[in-house]
């Protein structure tokens, strides 16, 4: 796992995007029927949709945009859904 004082400071320091546009919607999931359809419906409701694979591509998106949810599979290969989730430091808005 990639992480260091500085990005876990930079997470803790996150602000949510930009509401007045539509919200930013993380996705990471192993597979990738299930991504494109999440993209598909979320797109579909006009909430912009950014993939990603696995919990390393989502720490990369992290530091790239602002995101106002995340919505992650529990079960992926190597680092999990809920490593991901502690990694990102909100465990307590995780549903």
Do not use: W
């Not at 990369?60 to 999990?80: R, S, Y």
């Amino acid at each position: 796992m990639e992480n260091t004082a500085l990005d876990l400071e930079q997470l803790n320091n996150h602000e949510p995007a930009d509401l007045k546009v539509n919200p930013r919607i993380l996705v990471v999931d192993d597979e990738e029927p299930v991504r494109r359809l999440l993209a598909r419906l979320l797109k579909a409701s006009e909430l912009d949709c950014t993939l990603a694979s696995n919990a390393s591509e989502a720490r990369k998106k992290l530091f790239e945009a602002k995101f106002d949810l995340i919505l992650c599979d529990i079960k992926m290969p190597g680092e999990t859904g809920m490593d991901f989730i502690k990694y990102v430091g909100f465990p307590e808005k995780v549903v």
